[in-house]
C-alpha cells in the first residue's frame, strides 16, 4: 500500500520502514499513485482533499493555495521577454532595416541630429561599431524611437530578422 503526504509532497510505501513518517498520510490507491506521481512531475500541486492543481505556468509562478500568480512588476515581466530575444549580427540587423524601408544614411543623420554630444558620440560608436545587437540595447531603443517605432514594430523585425 502507498501512502501519500500532502505537506512533503512524497509518498510513502508500507511495506518500508521509516524512522519518522509525517503527521499527514493519506492511502492512496495505484491509479490514484500513477495520477498524483503524473501531477507531481508536471509540476502541479496536490492539495490535502489529493485534488490535483494546474501545472506551474512559468518557473515565476507561485502557488497562492488557490491559484499560480506571477509576483513581478509589469517591468520586471517586460525586462525578462525582452531579455529571451537573441542577439542579431550586425548583417542581419542592418538588413532587416533595409528589407523594413529604413534609409541607413538617414539613420545615421538622425543619430547626428542628438543634441547632446557624449549621447551623439555614444550612439554613434554603437551604430557604426557593434558586431551585434541586442533587444534591450539602450542605443538601440533611443534609435528606435527616432524612428517611431514602438515595441511591437521592433519584436516584429526582430522576428523576422532571425531568418535573414
Same mark, same amino acid.
Given at each position: 500500500?502507498?501512502?501519500?503526504? #500532502?505537506? /512533503?509532497?512524497?509518498?510513502?510505501?508500507?511495506? @518500508?520502514?521509516?524512522?519518522?513518517?509525517?503527521?499527514?498520510?493519506?492511502?492512496?490507491? $495505484? &491509479?490514484?499513485?500513477?495520477?498524483? @506521481?503524473?501531477? *507531481? /512531475?508536471? /509540476?502541479?500541486?496536490?492539495? +490535502?482533499?489529493?485534488?490535483?492543481? $494546474?501545472?506551474?505556468? $512559468?518557473?515565476?509562478?507561485?502557488?497562492?493555495?488557490?491559484?499560480? *500568480?506571477?509576483?513581478?512588476?509589469? %517591468?520586471?515581466? %517586460?525586462?525578462?521577454?525582452?531579455?529571451?530575444?537573441?542577439?542579431?549580427?550586425?548583417?542581419? #540587423?542592418?538588413?532587416? @532595416?533595409?528589407?523594413?524601408? #529604413?534609409? @541607413?544614411?538617414? *539613420?545615421?543623420? %538622425?543619430?547626428?541630429?542628438?543634441?547632446?554630444?557624449?549621447?551623439?558620440?555614444?550612439?554613434?560608436?554603437?551604430?557604426?561599431? +557593434?558586431?551585434? #545587437?541586442?533587444?534591450?540595447?539602450?542605443?538601440?531603443?533611443?534609435? +528606435?524611437?527616432?524612428?517611431?517605432?514602438?515595441?511591437?514594430?521592433?519584436?516584429?523585425?526582430?522576428? &523576422?530578422?532571425?531568418?535573414?
Amino acid at each position: 500500500m502507498v501512502l501519500f503526504s #500532502f505537506t /512533503n509532497n512524497s509518498f510513502y510505501d508500507t511495506e @518500508l520502514e521509516y524512522t519518522e513518517l509525517p503527521d499527514d498520510l493519506i492511502k492512496v490507491s $495505484s &491509479e490514484q499513485h500513477i495520477e498524483l @506521481l503524473k501531477a *507531481i /512531475n508536471s /509540476n502541479c500541486i496536490i492539495s +490535502a482533499d489529493l485534488s490535483i492543481s $494546474s501545472p506551474k505556468p $512559468s518557473k515565476f509562478h507561485e502557488w497562492t493555495g488557490t491559484e499560480w *500568480i506571477d509576483l513581478r512588476t509589469p %517591468e520586471e515581466i %517586460e525586462a525578462h521577454r525582452l531579455s529571451q530575444f537573441p542577439a542579431l549580427r550586425r548583417r542581419q #540587423f542592418m538588413r532587416i @532595416l533595409v528589407l523594413s524601408g #529604413f534609409d @541607413l544614411e538617414q *539613420i545615421e543623420a %538622425e543619430i547626428n541630429k542628438i543634441p547632446d554630444t557624449q549621447t551623439r558620440q555614444l550612439a554613434l560608436i554603437d551604430w557604426k561599431d +557593434a558586431t551585434e #545587437f541586442w533587444r534591450t540595447d539602450e542605443t538601440l531603443l533611443m534609435v +528606435a524611437d527616432l524612428l517611431c517605432l514602438d515595441a511591437a514594430d521592433i519584436d516584429a523585425m526582430w522576428e &523576422e530578422a532571425k531568418a535573414l
